[in-house]
């Protein structure tokens, strides 16, 4: 079982960064997915997430507007859009998966099945 997120890199403050979560060792169609990160000295937080048909999207106050979740079931791949970024923004991202049922949008850090490697993501100012 493995997720592997790609995509990460360096890009100045209102640039765009694409990130991608691919899966592998299960069947990505019965999970949610939920990108999480974490900066430097901070907790871990959640990001966005999406349900296992793509249905459903849940997005943290601080990136609505600006990054976008999708998912290609056929590709066993979650994406992660991130545009107008901001130094902020900076930080190792995850994704996770956790099993899908009705109600468990938006995902909870804890109690997610299988975890990625992060990438890092740094937004210059």
């Known amino acids: 079982v493995q997720l592997q997120a790609s995509g990460g890199g360096l890009v100045q403050a209102g640039g765009s960064l694409g990130l991608s979560c691919a899966a592998s060792?299960?069947?990505?169609?019965?999970?949610?997915i939920g990108w999480f990160r974490q900066a430097p000295g901070k907790e871990r937080e959640g990001v966005a997430c999406?349900?296992?048909?793509?249905?459903?999207?849940f997005f943290a106050d601080s990136v609505k507007g600006r990054f976008t979740i999708s998912r290609d079931n056929a590709k066993s791949t979650v994406y992660l859009q991130m545009n107008k970024l901001k130094p902020e923004d900076t930080a190792v991202y995850y994704c996770?998966?956790?099993?899908?049922?009705?109600?468990?949008?938006?995902?909870?850090?804890?109690?997610?099945?299988?975890w990625g490697e992060g990438t890092l993501v740094t937004v210059s100012s």
């Open positions: 060792g299960f069947t990505l169609d019965y999970y949610a």
């Open positions: 999406i349900s296992s048909s793509g249905g459903s999207t």
């Open positions: 996770a998966a956790g099993y899908d049922y009705s109600g468990r949008l938006p995902l909870e850090l804890y109690g997610m099945d299988y």
